[in-house]
């Protein structure tokens, strides 16, 4: 029987959720959000989530949202993700999971929809895209920086996969040229190398990633669903 259940949309941040439940190898099934659809703003999926993002995971202890929270709860639950509390690597691992999930996927949200941020002047956007897209290179120096001392803990690893891929994907077409993995290394070498790994190859599967997801990516053709 299944323990959990995954509510995701194709390429969205319920990918990082989909690669940890496949490399901690724990049952689940998966429900598709319609974002085509607004399934995603819909009552059923609101009392699951009430802010309307993706993901959502169904536990015996109640549903979860929040990408961050998720990982570390299974981070917790099964103790193979990441160092556990009693571990002198666990303030290391905490601090560089916030940092990804409370700075740098909210500066890349802010790059790719700065309408719902500037509102709607053309130039405010502009203004602010410009300025994330600015922090976010410093922020993932710093991520290469910590990379090259000694690896970065898996469900981490998990996040900023994601993270990369859509910052090579995702900006609007005359920004493409802001972000190249090149620059950053360390990064890249841990992109290769869980592309290497089962969790990764089930995720391609599921969701249409590609060959290299991480490493060179391309959109998403999932076989049901949408990215956006």
């Known amino acids: 029987m299944n323990s959990y259940t995954l509510h995701y949309a194709p ?11 496949e490399a901690l190898g724990q049952p689940y099934r998966t429900v598709l959000v319609d974002r085509n659809a607004a399934a995603h703003k819909s009552p059923p999926y609101l009392k699951l989530n009430p802010h309307g993002l993706i993901p959502v995971l169904e536990t015996p202890d109640g549903p979860i949202f929040e990408t961050g929270a998720i990982l570390l709860w299974l981070s917790d639950r099964y103790g193979t993700l990441a160092p556990q509390a009693d571990s002198p690597q666990r303030a290391d691992f905490l601090k560089w999971l916030f940092f990804t999930s409370n700075t740098v996927h909210s500066a890349l949200r802010m790059t790719f929809y700065p309408e719902k941020y500037a509102g709607p002047d053309p130039a405010h956007q502009a203004a602010l895209r410009l300025t ?3 922090a976010l290179k410093r922020h993932l120096a710093t991520l290469d920086a910590r990379a090259a001392l000694r690896p970065i803990p898996l469900a981490i690893q998990f996040y900023l996969a994601a993270l990369l891929r859509w910052s090579v994907l995702y900006p609007v077409q005359k920004d493409r040229n802001w972000f190249n993995l090149d620059d950053y290394p360390y990064l890249k070498q841990m992109c290769l190398t869980l ?9 391609q599967t599921a969701e249409g990633l ?10 998403a053709t999932p076989p049901q669903g949408s990215a956006t």
């Open 11 to 21: 390429d969205n941040a319920s990918l990082i959720i989909r690669l940890a439940l």
């Open 132 to 134: 994330m897209q600015d």
């Open 195 to 203: 592309e290497t790994l089962p969790c990764t190859a089930a995720a």
């Open 210 to 219: 590609g060959p290299t997801p991480f490493s060179s990516p391309r959109y």
